[in-house]
């Protein structure tokens, strides 16, 4: 069945330092979102990707989606403590089901 | 954006009892969507709740353990039924956003079954 795996699971970070996260679907996929989950929160939506090699940026993340559409990835650059949470990407299929990545957990250290 | 209430934001149960969680829009939305999330771990549908019709369930989630009502476009609940301490997550409820491209959840019910 439909798989997105996410690596790494859990990262910890001082703060400043950059972070990635890495996306990968079993199979192809229509667009690529992203979701920041903060601790004792509910997702909220980040940014969706929809062509093959798109980048986008919004402000200090860097998203990508893979030429294939098959694999995304979420950089943060010099890392803040209000980046903490776990970061979800979710991949929609050509028959309109949207899956979620099993998520990393970014731990920035003050 | 969506705004979502979601009730209760969490509860403490006895096995075998069942619990209703409440979820209200403040706009029409065509497909409302129950999530579990269990701790530590990812999100997984659960069903899509369409108003005038059953629910659809994914694999793995039957409507005699997780019945849904969708009485109209702004409200649904989702009851956990005959309560087991596996059924321990969090519950969220989700709609779609305008154009379908992205969802919008709402606080999430954090359930503890003893």
């Known amino acids: 069945g439909q798989q997105v795996m996410q690596i790494p699971q859990y990262q910890h970070v001082q703060e400043g330092e950059d972070f990635t996260t890495y996306c990968n679907s079993s199979?192809?996929?229509?667009?690529i979102q992203w979701y920041k989950q903060r601790p004792g929160g509910h997702p909220v939506f980040l940014i969706q990707?929809?062509?093959?090699?798109e980048v986008k940026k919004q402000k200090r993340l860097t998203f990508q989606f893979g030429e294939a559409k098959k694999n995304s990835s979420l950089h943060i650059t010099a890392t803040q403590t209000t980046d903490v949470g776990t970061y979800f990407c979710?991949?929609?299929?050509?028959?309109?089901?949207?899956?979620f990545g099993t998520g990393t957990r970014l731990t920035v250290i003050p | 954006s969506a705004v979502i209430s979601q009730k209760p934001s969490r509860d403490i149960c006895q096995r075998g009892t069942s619990l209703t969680i409440q979820c209200q829009v403040d706009?029409?939305?065509?497909?409302m969507f129950w999530y579990r999330q269990q701790p530590g771990q990812s999100l997984t549908l659960i069903a899509t709740a369409n108003q005038g019709s059953e629910a659809t369930y994914e694999s793995g989630f039957v409507i005699d353990k997780f019945p849904i009502s969708r009485p109209n476009l702004t409200f649904s609940t989702l009851t956990v039924s005959n309560m087991s301490p596996e059924d321990s997550s969090i519950y969220l409820c989700?709609?779609?956003?305008?154009?379908?491209?992205?969802?919008?959840f709402g606080s999430g019910t954090q359930l503890s079954v003893l």
């Open positions: 199979t192809t996929l229509s667009n």
């Open positions: 989700s709609v779609e956003g305008q154009r379908g491209e992205k969802l919008f």
């Open positions: 706009s029409q939305v065509t497909m």
């Open positions: 979710a991949g929609l299929t050509g028959a309109n089901n949207l899956f």
């Open positions: 990707l929809v062509k093959s090699g």
